[in-house]
């Protein structure tokens, strides 16, 4: 059954999208998978039915979110929640990663990335909340209620994990999500206090789904003058039950910029001390 699943999806994606699929190859490199994203979009091509040809011929999923992120952010989290359906193991690392090159669309990619994964991996859903809120903390309110609003049963879960990560607005993401889900603010609290073992794992998920994000996400950024990317900040992790301290946040390194001298002359070296 499995197989003729397979079989079927691959179907699909080359009668929906036969250029695409003749033209993406597997272990493409992000430079090389933006532009043809882009010249698909020129030919017509939707952003999901490029990423399901990409997908058929083993384009990392990952690196193919942040990719259409960063070539159409207003289509990313459609393509995403795509992406994810077909990769649901992936679903925290694929919505962070398009959260972490378009924050803008962080919210959104949340939810639709849950909603997309709710039948076949629930369980997803807190460690999904927890990486997009490591990507953009500062919507860590309005993820955890889209969130939770897509997966109502997952509710506790969600607002502990993400409150874990943005401890500095838990009494607010606590508040919005009792309102998404029609819950009494006491629910959600009690839902949250009995669900810490779940959400302990969900950010530890969340954090490894981040990482493995950011490294397709500052590939997928547009390269400097000196031709290396900028560097997105690294979020906090906030303490675990039993442990000493929160890891603090790393900040952004600033993109590399070409020295005056040129990469040939030593006019720009830091001098060494004698």
């Given at each position: 059954?499995?197989?003729?699943?397979s079989?079927?999806?691959?179907?699909?994606?080359?009668s929906?999208?036969?250029?695409?699929?003749a033209?993406?190859?597997?272990?493409?490199?992000?430079?090389?998978i933006?532009?043809?994203i882009?010249?698909?979009?020129a030919?017509?091509q939707?952003p999901?039915?490029?990423?399901?040809?990409?997908?058929?011929v083993g384009?990392?999923p990952?690196a193919?979110a942040?990719?259409?992120?960063?070539?159409?952010p207003q289509?990313?989290?459609?393509?995403?929640?795509?992406?994810?359906?077909?990769?649901p193991?992936?679903?925290?690392?694929?919505?962070?990663?398009v959260?972490q090159v378009?924050?803008?669309?962080?919210v959104?990619?949340?939810?639709q990335?849950t909603q997309?994964v709710?039948?076949?991996?629930?369980?997803?859903?807190a460690?999904?909340a927890a990486?997009?809120?490591?990507?953009v903390?500062a919507s860590?309110t309005?993820i955890?209620?889209?969130?939770s609003?897509?997966?109502?049963?997952q509710?506790g879960?969600?607002?502990a994990a993400?409150?874990?990560?943005?401890?500095?607005?838990a009494?607010?993401?606590?508040?919005?999500?009792?309102?998404a889900?029609?819950?009494?603010?006491?629910?959600?609290q009690s839902?949250a206090?009995?669900?810490?073992a779940?959400?302990?794992?969900?950010?530890?998920?969340?954090?490894?789904?981040?990482q493995?994000?950011?490294v397709?996400?500052?590939?997928?950024?547009?390269a400097?003058?000196?031709?290396?990317p900028?560097t997105?900040?690294t979020?906090?992790?906030p303490a675990?039950?039993g442990?000493?301290?929160a890891i603090p946040?790393?900040?952004?390194?600033p993109?590399?910029t070409p020295?005056a001298?040129?990469?040939?002359?030593?006019?720009?070296g830091?001098?060494?001390?004698?």
């Amino acid at each position: 059954m499995k197989t003729k699943l397979s079989a079927m999806f691959l179907a699909t994606a080359l009668s929906a999208s036969p250029l695409a699929y003749a033209a993406f190859t597997a272990g493409m490199t992000e430079t090389a998978i933006q532009a043809e994203i882009t010249a698909q979009l020129a030919q017509g091509q939707t952003p999901s039915q490029i990423a399901q040809a990409a997908l058929a011929v083993g384009v990392a999923p990952v690196a193919l979110a942040a990719s259409i992120a960063a070539v159409s952010p207003q289509s990313a989290p459609a393509a995403a929640a795509a992406i994810a359906a077909a990769a649901p193991q992936s679903a925290a690392a694929i919505a962070s990663a398009v959260a972490q090159v378009a924050p803008q669309m962080a919210v959104q990619v949340a939810a639709q990335v849950t909603q997309a994964v709710s039948q076949s991996a629930p369980q997803a859903a807190a460690s999904i909340a927890a990486a997009v809120t490591q990507a953009v903390p500062a919507s860590a309110t309005q993820i955890a209620a889209a969130v939770s609003q897509a997966a109502p049963t997952q509710a506790g879960v969600i607002t502990a994990a993400v409150n874990q990560v943005a401890p500095q607005s838990a009494n607010a993401t606590t508040q919005a999500v009792a309102a998404a889900t029609n819950q009494t603010v006491g629910a959600v609290q009690s839902a949250a206090a009995t669900s810490t073992a779940q959400a302990n794992q969900a950010v530890q998920q969340a954090t490894q789904g981040t990482q493995q994000a950011s490294v397709a996400a500052i590939a997928s950024l547009p390269a400097t003058a000196a031709g290396t990317p900028a560097t997105p900040a690294t979020p906090a992790t906030p303490a675990l039950p039993g442990t000493q301290a929160a890891i603090p946040a790393t900040p952004a390194s600033p993109a590399a910029t070409p020295s005056a001298g040129g990469s040939g002359g030593g006019g720009g070296g830091v001098a060494s001390p004698s």
